[in-house]
């Protein structure tokens, strides 16, 4: 069975082949939601769209084992590159191949996952 690392928690849970991270974070009691760099995470808690896809504030980045996650679909590229009401661009942008929805994440193989991965807000990235 595949194991995941959560760095920021520093905790390993096995997970079935095929399940879905956010499902299996939640159910060790890892928090996903951290707003905009801690901002708004409370919030997020509770308003989000509940693993639709739809939201972006479950993302995640996945620091190792990338290939071992199902590849990203319509509703999280869609999600990532152009919704309006979320931050998930900012976070997407300069990390294409990391940055996954938790929701819309199978495992099918050992990852490690940063929880809550801060926006770069003032980076290179959006102002080169
Ligand atoms: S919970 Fe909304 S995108 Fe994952």
Known sequence: ??????????K???V??????????????IKLYGGINGVGAAVNEVLNC?????CGTCRVKITKGVENASPMGMVESFTFKYNPLGPALFAYIGNEDTMRLACRTKVMGDITVETKPPLNLTGENFFS
């Open 50 to 54: 509940h693993g639709f896809g739809h």
């Open 1 to 10: 069975m595949p194991i995941v690392n959560f760095v920021n928690e520093k």
């Open 12 to 14: 390993q849970i096995e």
């Open 16 to 29: 079935p082949a095929g399940a879905n991270l956010r499902t299996e974070a939640q159910k060790a009691g």
